[in-house]
């Protein structure tokens, strides 16, 4: 489904990834971890190549479709998600407006008004999202922890393909971190997939992970099963630090 | 980041040019002669002749304003004060003639007036060409018509209160004003009578090279409550016109006025306009402004808290595009205990585009504990516009309480990011940042006029607003 080869990214003059190679296939859930400043959250931007990062080298293909250089928006509509780990504030646009414009924009289709309300309201509901806060201003206000949920909200009303979650249980209590585990078992089937960005383990003592990547100082330098988080659990990056 | 178009308002329907057909067009300039042709011209009584003829030379001797905009493009002697349409005012749409019709038609008017409001009237470059209100509320003694009419019928109620709220001498667009008045509406609500559904008067300019000079009064006596929609355009000429009217409300003890404008002059137009609220005790008046068009706009509705416990809120946005400088605001002036201010002001600016927010706030000695809370947040859609907040505080009790919040801010590449991600192209994220900025004021425009603010930031997000 997704396949990243040799990719070299800067931020600025600064050389971030330095080599990525990541084949993510259907059905799979994918973790990146990493001590910080090692490229994850650059990795999760140049998926959806975000401008402030620039390509220098490599291919990202996603579904059979080379995506490396196309605009932000078009590698949504492909079907790439990204839960960001400081969702924007959009003061004047409630949740449920802007939820129901993006899953237009996304799929290309007109919204059916009172079934996208009830599918909303339903995933609010599993989320622990209260009703009102549908209402309310995109992000605007929220703590960190309903922002975070906000975002799984999001990947589940516009069903990507692949759902890149960046950083989506950093600051959450116990509670919390379940809620979202919960919100990625419902979200996940045989047909889509999910890469998780994380620089800790908790999140997945509660999900099935099928590959485990340590990125260190923008590569990946060792791939394994949940046996890995384990072992990262215990004794850290120090390891895989000195190479 | 590649550069992205907000579309500007499609002034298609704005723009509908009908033939300068007029009865009779008034002498360019400004003399002594002219402004007798014209009270004669209007059948003035022998006191408004004199008013004009005073005004006249109070317009000669003021200077034109050393702050703000630059005015040097105006030539008095280059606009008709006076056009007068070939038509008499009529209380049914079928006695207005054909093109006339038709632009309102266009505007919406007729259609809104069966749906949404209970009175309406429709001036058509200096006089009024409909004017008509529901029968219930002639029942009830509301009165609802021209200027020029109630001058003549309610002289006593006229004299009393006309240019004693905005006076001549205030400042030389006034004056000017004074001398040129022409058509606009009046309304007096009685004592304690509730009006629930709006009027409107809507000034449409169709004649190039000319000036509209409407001025409104109403008055709204102790107890009662009115909602009163101002709406204006004009299609776009070569030359300046000129827009100075007068907008004078007196809201009585313990009485409501809710004043909404949708301001959308073509933009050779320079919007001179002065607007200015009496408020009685535990009285309210609230302003909700929108300034679209105009080349230059220089307006600062202003409300003078009078009575203890009165009480005012201005919500207003301007939308200042290529080659336009908006140079709005809002003034109030506590003058009793007790009173409040609200000030929620907002602006967009584009292509270049100035947008200033120049206000006053004055809370006298008399006016303990009162209390004035100003916010203005301003949003630059590219790095060529521009956008300045000039407030003058003059505070002079301690016993109040006041805020001044003002922020400028413009799209963050990072917001942009987080929308496309979502499947937005840039154009839509930014329409979508832009339409949620405007949401605050919109929601408080009648329903129509949040609709139009829609096609002006030209997004089919559906159901945002209203």
Known sequence: MLEIKDLYVNAGEKEILKGINLKINKGEIHVIMGPNGSGKTTTAN???????????????????????????DEIARNGVFMSFQLPEEIPGVTVANFLKYAKNKITGKPVKVFQFKDELKKYAKELKIKEETLERSLNVGFSGGEKKKNEILQMLVLNPKLAILDETDSGLDVDAIKTVSKGIEMFKNEENAVLIITHNTKILHSLKVDYVHILVDGKIVKTGTQELASEIEENGYEKYRKG | ??????????????????????????EKGLTKQIIEELSKQKQDPDWMREFRLKALDVYNKLQLPTWGPDLSELDMGEIATYVRPKTKMSNTWDDVPDDIKETFDKLGIPE???????????????????????????????????????????????K??????????????????????????????????????????????????????EHTLIIVDEGASLHFIEGCSAPKYNKVNLHAGCVELYVKDNAYLRY???????????????????????????????????????????????????????????FAGKGQ??????????????????????????????CTYRSLVRIGENAKNSKSVVSCESLMLDDISKSDTIPVNDIRTDEVEFSHEAKIGKISDKTIFYLMSRGMSEEDAKAMIVRGFAYPISKELPVEYAVEMNNLINLELEGAIG
């Open chain 1, 46 to 72: 140049a998926i959806l190549n975000n401008p402030e990062y620039q390509k220098k080298q490599g291919s990202i293909v996603f579904d059979g479709t080379d995506i490396t250089d196309l605009k932000t």
């Open chain 2, 1 to 26: 980041m590649s550069k992205t178009q907000i579309e500007d308002i499609n002034r298609n329907i704005y723009d509908i040019k009908n033939k300068d057909d007029y009865d009779y067009k008034i």
């Open chain 2, 160 to 213: 009393e209160h006309f240019m004693k709220c905005v006076p001549v001498h205030d400042h030389k667009f006034v004056a000017l004003h004074g001398a040129v008045w022409s058509g606009g509406s009046f309304v007096y609500v009685p004592k304690g009578v509730k009006v629930d559904i709006p009027l409107q008067s809507y000034f449409r300019l169709n004649s190039p090279e000319s000036g509209q000079f």
């Open chain 2, 112 to 158: 809104a007036e069966k749906t949404s409001l209970a009175g309406v009237g429709a001036q058509y470059d200096s006089e009024v060409v409909y004017h008509s209100m529901k029968e219930d509320l002639i029942k009830q003694g509301v009165i609802y018509t021209d200027m020029e009419t109630a001058v003549r019928e309610y002289p006593k109620l006229v």
């Open chain 2, 325 to 354: 400088n908006l140079d709005n605001g809002f003034k109030v002036v506590h003058n009793a205990k007790n009173t409040s201010s609200v000030v929620n002001a907002k602006s967009i600016s584009k292509d270049g585009g100035t």
């Open chain 2, 260 to 318: 909404s404008t949708i301001e959308n002059w073509s933009k050779n137009m320079l919007n001179l306009n002065t607007k200015k609220a009496i408020v009685g005790k535990n009285a309210q008046v609230d302003w909700v402004s929108g300034s679209f068009g105009s080349k230059i706009s220089m307006l600062y509705p202003m409300s003078i808290l009078n009575g203890e416990g009165s009480k005012t809120e201005f919500t207003g946005i301007s």
